[in-house]
């Protein structure tokens, strides 16, 4: 007799759910960008959990940050984190600009999430770095979505610029004002207390103490917090208080870091732009009294004490080079005279045969030389103000340079559709897009050359403006003051005991004979 046993029917081991997770960015944090990412997260929620093979883990998300900023993207850490930790299989994200707009980061985060068994979906592009022979594709994309950050970056700055050069660009307003469209307006209260700094300094209270009678009246900054000696000379530096606005003095380099500008690009002043708190007299004789302390005090802008004195660093020997250095020497009585020696010849008295000069006739003849641009500034600074570039034509060739620049972004966001739709091969977008880069990059040249030539000039012009209206209003000068060198002068070149010339900020150069 047979014996049939029964058996039970095996039982498959239940497919593992993928566990999924989404990332979305917006750039800015205006409410349209945050209704934006609202409707990112919305999509991949409803998306994800529709799906029975995956595990809804979460939306990560990045608001008001841009895409070339990596380092500052707290939800994009998290997700890398998360996925380091085994939280996370798949990644979808909808484009690679919301995922990163450099093309290094991007395909680092790729290869280092693929390393450890993540998958990534970028859904405009169509790319799942599952099948990783689409990494040139991913290479080129994002290389792409780098340009257009770029390019969309500079646009925007070019647009600043041009705002700036026709007054009518949306600057911060500082403690004192408040903006109601374009234009800066008083505030009252904190107007008083601008005016009240200055005022102090004036009757030669110290950042110090102003900063503690403003808090010892419990007053305090915009941003309600104790005053410190910082920002009070965050305040007695601004022209802004005199009605006078300097665009541009400040601008973020290639590493998106906050730089001053020192000639690197072009600055915008314009007079009368809005009501002064502080007349330009008040604000001049506030910088003097600034610039003597830190003269007396030996401060230099890098906090080292190595110019002690106006000239220090400042005077230049014609024949080797070499800078003068601040000497003593002792005449009959044991009487002491203050001298300038060039340190070439001081080294060696053969290879420079420079004498030293008199700290003395240093300062007469820069007097003599401030005293004849008094006397003759209609004759002498007048007609280089009005010989300045032709702003127009140099605002037509950057014209020019921005439009070429964006037919090329609108070619290459063609060729990225054609790539990703398949009609082109990856071998021929690759040469096309290099070439497109190329031809980019050489007009990303061209206008940097032409903003360089331009921003000497800038700079100069403002510069020469300063020096004009000091000129202008000027009493015949009778004693010497540091601080009107520190103001107007760049370099001394000496080029023999008997003549100098002042290389001034502005970009003259003015001879002067030494006195006997």
């Known amino acids: 007799m047979k014996t049939i046993h029964k058996l039970e029917r095996a039982k498959l081991p239940e497919t593992q759910k993928l566990k999924v997770a989404a990332y979305?960015?917006?750039?800015?944090?205006?409410?349209?960008?945050?209704?934006?990412?609202?409707?990112?997260?919305?999509?991949?929620?409803?998306?994800?959990?529709?799906?029975?093979?995956?595990?809804?883990?979460?939306?990560?998300?990045?608001?008001?940050?841009?895409?070339?900023?990596?380092?500052k993207r707290d939800g994009l850490h998290r997700l890398i984190k998360d996925a380091e930790l085994g939280k996370i299989d798949l990644i979808l994200t909808k484009s690679i600009s919301r995922f990163s707009r450099n093309t290094v980061d991007c395909l680092n985060l790729v290869r280092k999430l693929t390393d450890i068994g993540v998958t990534m979906i970028f859904e405009k592009e169509n790319i799942n770095t599952s099948d990783m022979e689409s990494e040139l594709l991913l290479s080129i994309l994002s290389s792409l979505a780098e340009s257009e950050s770029y390019s969309h970056s500079e646009n925007m700055k070019w647009a600043n610029r041009k705002r700036m050069a026709k007054g009518n660009y949306k600057g911060v307003p500082p403690y004192g004002y408040c903006r109601k469209g374009i234009d800066f307006h008083l505030v009252p209260d904190e107007a008083r207390v601008v005016e009240q700094i200055f005022q102090w300094t004036l009757n030669g209270l110290s950042m110090h103490q102003i900063a503690s009678k403003l808090n010892a009246a419990n007053?305090?900054?915009?941003?309600?917090?104790?005053?410190?000696?910082?920002?009070v000379s965050?305040?007695?530096?601004?022209?802004?208080?005199?009605?006078?606005?300097?665009?541009?003095?400040?601008?973020?380099?290639?590493?998106?870091?906050?730089?001053?500008?020192?000639?690197?690009?072009?600055?915008?002043?314009?007079?009368?732009?809005?009501?002064?708190?502080?007349s330009m007299e008040e604000y001049e004789r506030v910088q003097e009294i600034i610039r003597i302390r830190a003269t007396s005090k030996g401060n230099t802008k890098?906090?080292?004490?190595?110019?002690?004195?106006?000239?220090?660093?400042?005077?230049?020997?014609?024949?080797?080079?070499?800078?003068?250095k601040r000497i003593h020497t002792y005449w009959k009585g044991n009487t002491r005279k203050v001298q300038w020696a060039c340190k070439g010849h001081l080294k060696d008295k053969n290879s420079c045969v420079a004498l030293p000069i008199s700290d003395e006739q240093l300062k007469i003849a820069?007097?003599?030389?401030?005293?004849?641009?008094?006397?003759?500034?209609?004759?002498?600074?007048?007609?280089?103000?009005?010989?300045?570039?032709?702003?127009?034509?140099?605002?037509?060739?950057?014209?020019?340079?921005?439009?070429?620049?964006?037919?090329?972004?609108?070619?290459?966001?063609?060729?990225?559709?054609?790539?990703?739709s398949g009609i082109v091969s990856v071998k021929t977008?690759?040469?096309?897009?290099?070439?497109l880069q190329l031809e980019l990059k050489n007009l990303q040249e061209e206008q940097q050359q032409i903003?360089?030539?331009?921003?000497?000039?800038?700079?100069?012009?403002?510069?020469?403006?300063?020096?004009?209206?000091?000129?202008?209003?000027?009493?015949?000068?009778?004693?010497?003051?540091?601080?009107?060198?520190s103001r107007?002068?760049?370099?001394?070149?000496?080029?023999?005991?008997?003549?100098?010339?002042?290389?001034?900020k502005c970009g003259l150069i003015l001879k002067e004979r030494l006195p006997e």
């Open 302 to 324: 890098d906090g080292k004490n190595t110019n002690r004195y106006a000239f220090s660093k400042k005077v230049l020997c014609d024949k080797c080079g070499n800078t003068y």
């Open 451 to 485: 903003i360089n030539s331009a921003n000497g000039k800038s700079t100069q012009r403002i510069e020469l403006e300063e020096l004009h209206r000091f000129t202008k209003r000027s009493n015949m000068l009778t004693e010497w003051e540091e601080s009107l060198f």
């Open 24 to 71: 979305a960015r917006v750039s800015t944090a205006s409410d349209e960008q945050l209704s934006s990412l609202q409707t990112q997260i919305t999509h991949y929620e409803n998306y994800i959990q529709k799906n029975d093979q995956w595990e809804y883990i979460g939306v990560y998300y990045d608001e008001g940050i841009s895409g070339t900023k990596t380092d």
């Open 219 to 231: 007053i305090t900054t915009k941003r309600g917090v104790k005053w410190q000696a910082s920002g």
């Open 366 to 420: 820069y007097l003599t030389m401030l005293n004849k641009l008094i006397f003759a500034h209609k004759v002498v600074l007048e007609p280089l103000l009005k010989n300045q570039s032709n702003a127009a034509e140099l605002e037509r060739a950057l014209d020019e340079i921005s439009n070429k620049a964006s037919e090329i972004d609108e070619k290459l966001e063609v060729l990225a559709s054609l790539n990703t």
């Open 429 to 435: 977008s690759f040469e096309e897009q290099n070439k």
């Open 234 to 278: 965050v305040i007695l530096h601004n022209i802004v208080y005199t009605g006078t606005m300097i665009f541009q003095r400040y601008f973020n380099d290639e590493q998106f870091k906050k730089r001053k500008n020192n000639g690197e690009l072009p600055m915008y002043r314009i007079d009368n732009n809005h009501p002064a708190i502080v």
């Open 488 to 504: 107007f002068a760049d370099q001394v070149f000496v080029y023999n005991r008997q003549e100098v010339g002042f290389k001034l």
